[in-house]
């Protein structure tokens, strides 16, 4: 099953994604988010009637609008830690980024000035939790897991690397694209390519089986630093094939369009406007 979180006319709405072009609201739930805090949120979503809505692909929203917390995981690939000169993790690097930054799968990201010097691509496995999870052990991991869905996580190297705290370099306002749709987890297999083109040049490629901590490890030690709740995204990090440690370096310029894509659970693809 597929969710989205789709812009109407009459606002935002949750809907069961029929097609690439057709959903069912799900009435009462104006998002994916507010659907997920229902502890039957999966029988409610595939229970919805009515005929199904067209869309176009402009008009999905974020699928989960405003994450209470978004935890997203640094240097999780074995092939771009061996690219950024580092050493193989004992433990998950954590930073946050704020809801703040989140927009559509097909928006456009338009970039500030003071913003546009080192913009890099970051492709991304994202992780939406299902129910609440509080110091949950690895084994059991998964049950708390709603489903997945593709991260565009827009990169300000500058503004990264200007202290050892990642975090202002990860959150400019709207320049994360979110989407397409949540994939429930009975409907997807982690293992296929995750893919990131900039422009038509496919620029990052790894298999999404290929993380040194996997979703479930993952929640195992979140969840005994602080509970994760429903809706809450974790993301789960980017592979080889960056910018930054390309030499020379390369980086996002005006026009230029971001695209990622994940073996079964779809493609968002931003264009990038400078202001």
Known sequence: MRLATLRTGEGLKAVRVESDTTAVVIEGY??????????????????????????????????????????????????HIKEMGRDLPKYPTLFVKFADALTGP??????????????????????????RARRVVKEDADNYIAGYAVMND?????????????????????????????????????????????????????PTDDLVFNPAALI??????????????????????VGHARDPKRYIGDSDTVAVEIDGLGRIENKTVFE
């Not at 690397?161 to 409907?187: C, I, N, V």
């Open 106 to 131: 097909y928006d456009d990201v338009v970039v500030p000035e003071w913003g546009t010097a080192e913009l890099d691509w970051e492709g991304e496995l994202a992780v939406v939790i299902g129910k």
């Open 220 to 241: 195992e030690y979140i969840s005994h630093i602080y509970p994760l709740n429903p809706g809450d995204v974790l993301v789960t990090g980017t592979p080889g094939g």
């Open 30 to 79: 104006p998002c994916v988010g507010t659907l997920l805090q229902e502890d039957n949120w999966k029988d409610v979503a595939a229970a919805a009637e009515g005929e199904p809505v067209e869309f176009a692909k402009e008009d999905l929203a974020p699928v989960v609008p405003e994450p209470k917390k978004i935890v997203c995981v640094g240097l999780n690939y074995a092939n």
């Open 154 to 206: 827009y990169t300000q190297r500058d503004y990264q690397y200007r202290t050892l705290q990642w975090h202002q370099g990860k959150s400019l306002e709207k320049s994360a694209g979110f989407g397409p749709w949540l994939t429930t987890t009975d409907a997807w297999n982690r293992g296929g390519e995750l893919a990131t083109y900039l422009n038509e040049e496919k620029v990052q490629t790894t």
